[in-house]
């Protein structure tokens, strides 16, 4: 499940040069905060997806509230007592 969201969250990567050759920028527009740049597009894609493992993590760990992705839950439920 997780590699599943995480392949979905990188299906709605948005790239962009930067201006005078610094490289690549990538997000992901509905995870706050995902965001890698890098020298080369390839580069940006393997740190854009390291930035989002990490924060899937924190976020788990946190209890932040993570957004469901293409259906994908990664939200532990609580069971009632």
């Not at 924190?58 to 609580?78: F, S, Y």
Request: with cysteine; glycine share 8%; proline share 4%.
């Amino acid at each position: 499940m997780l590699t599943e969201y995480i392949h979905a969250a990188m299906q709605k990567a948005q790239y962009e040069i930067l201006p005078e050759g610094e490289g690549y920028f990538g997000r992901i527009s509905d995870l706050q905060g995902v965001w890698a740049n890098a020298d080369t597009l390839e580069a940006c894609r393997k740190e854009l997806q390291e930035v989002l493992e990490e924060w899937i993590i924190i976020g788990l760990k946190m209890g932040t509230p993570i957004p469901v992705m293409d259906g994908i839950e990664l939200n532990v439920q609580k069971e009632a007592a």
